[in-house]
């Protein structure tokens, strides 16, 4: 068996794609491994750039934008690994980092999810573990309801910010933009629920690998640079909540409480 399957979703992102790719292949891995390039219908000839540039490369080409959570599916029934890494084209990976994952998840059969530490280019330390949602979670991040004293606290205990996160640990849920994941455990669990076009997505499939008895996660120890800005930090304040980025995320925020509406987690003594 392959040792990893690398899936990259790409949606508009041409340039970072290219970049993203080029810096994998030119990594030193030490392991087996295939990348699979999903393309969601970008129209911007990313799909001729990875022809032209990638031939090796596994590209599929889907003809609609099903979302995220659908094009990270269309990669995860054609991969071949024995672990599966998601990974965002605006992601930078340096070198020894997967082997790092790799050898962390060979060691500790109980864990499906295994999440690095994102750093800004500035060297600045990323938010990319959490807490599980709260009800209004949500309204918080996406209106100027955020700024109110109450509401900070919560956001701060959501983002865990009020942890010390300068180590390995085992979190509630982990950035869908880098995951490595156990594919024995995505036979068991399921792929990623595609009523989520984006948003929630992730929060939804470590919930899930949660109640199947696994563990997931943050892994200090690895870290890798996202160049990566809010959807809704190009419309802040009271223009946000009409923005599309907005419109999305609660609409994904209504169907994951639809989802777990009186469902009891049963995993609380496995996160401690």
Known sequence: MMDLSIIIVNYKSKGLLKQCVKGVKLLPLKLSYEIIVVDNNSQDSSVNMMKEFFPAVKLIASPVNGGFAAGINLGLRQAK??????????????????????????????????????????????VSCYRF?????????????????????????????????????????????????????????????????????DVDWCRRFWQSGYRVVYFYESEMVHYHQRLSAENPGIKGIFSAATRIHISSWIKYLAKYLGVKDNFSNQRQ
């Open 81 to 126: 690994g024995k672990y599966i890494m998601i990974l965002n084209p605006d992601i930078a990976v340096f070198e020894g980092s997967i082997e790092k994952m790799y050898e962390y998840l060979e060691k500790h059969l109980e864990v499906a999810v295994l999440g690095p530490r994102l750093t800004s280019p500035d060297g600045t330390r990323q």
């Open 133 to 201: 949602p709260k009800y209004l979670t949500p309204i918080y991040r996406r209106t100027p309801l955020g700024k109110l004293p109450w509401a900070k606290k919560s956001l701060r205990h959501y983002l865990m910010l009020d942890t010390d996160t300068a180590k390995i640990m085992s979190v509630d849920w982990i950035l869908g933009a880098c995951m490595f994941v156990r594919a024995e455990a995505i036979k068991k669990v399921g792929l990623m629920d595609e009523r989520f076009f984006l948003y929630f997505e």
